[in-house]
């Protein structure tokens, strides 16, 4: 029995490795599988559609989500805002975005946006927050009036720091400024058209 017993340890050893082995290598074949079912982070910088939370916004805030490395600019307009878009389509540049400047930066709106809103829901704007002259980041100017850099009579919207061009309210570009094209809006959809609570940027909103 004696001599027995270390062939008997050996033997149980070995199972045991073999066993924990077995066990590890299970474990690191299922992690990645597991991290199939999320996004990864290339498939984010590619496209993959990005949700916002529109839940808790204030009328007259703007925030920022990400998609394809870019800025995505989600503004909630007030009545004051909207109205103001009515005031000054002659002063810019290409007020029904008609220009044929769709592709990979989505410069023209979806067909869902193509009206003077350029939205879906004319209160929340979902607007790439690229000046489209050399790829600046405009930045909000949302009170009306007389302010360094801008006109007396100005609307509200976003001025860009680096070549002067302005936007309005709806990001329609004004004219005579270095900026070629409006400031392109994404493809998107939200929850609800008319009581939205959750922006899905990526998938476009069906006509």
Known sequence: MSNGQPADNSRRNWVIATGVAGGAAAVATAIPFADTFNPSEEAKAAGAPVEFDLSGMRPGEQRTAVWRGKPVWIVRRTPEMLAELEKHDSELADPDSKRNTSGPD???????????????????????????????????????????????????????????????????????K???DNLGVPPYKLDNDEHPTRLVIGEVTKA
Not at 107 to 124: G, H, I, M
Not at 146 to 170: E, N, V
């Open 106 to 176: 989505a410069l023209n709106p979806p067909f869902a946006c193509k009206n003077q809103w350029r939205s879906v829901n004319k209160e929340y704007l979902v607007l790439i927050g690229i000046c489209t002259h050399l790829g600046c980041s405009p930045g909000q100017k949302f009170m009306t009036g007389p302010q360094p850099s801008l006109p007396s009579d100005w609307p509200g919207g976003w001025l860009c720091p680096c070549h002067g061009s302005t936007f309005d309210l709806a990001g329609r570009v004004f004219k005579n």
């Open 178 to 180: 270095p900026a070629p």
